[in-house]
């Protein structure tokens, strides 16, 4: 049976108008983990050259030399901060 009232049921948005706002402050307001890699565009550059070079390592030697480089600074800095903590 149908309901007589004559009401709609409400949508999340109406019920809560604001939550995607405070949702949204929460996220930006994030600090950054410990655990980001900012030598993940290495990784996925280096993925994306051998892809398109039929996964031949030598076309992309470049990449892998930058995402070493990247990984390697990252890593002695983290350690260095370990280390002075």
Known sequence: MASQSGQQPQSADQVHPN??????????NKPASEYF???QDYADRSLKCMKRNGFDKEMCN???QAYRD???????R??????LS
């Open 19 to 28: 939550a995607w706002e405070h949702v949204e402050r929460k996220f930006t």
């Open 37 to 39: 890699d900012p030598c």
């Open 62 to 64: 470049d990449y892998f």
């Open 70 to 76: 990247c990984k390697k600074q990252w890593v002695s």
């Open 78 to 83: 983290n350690l260095l901060a370990l280390l």
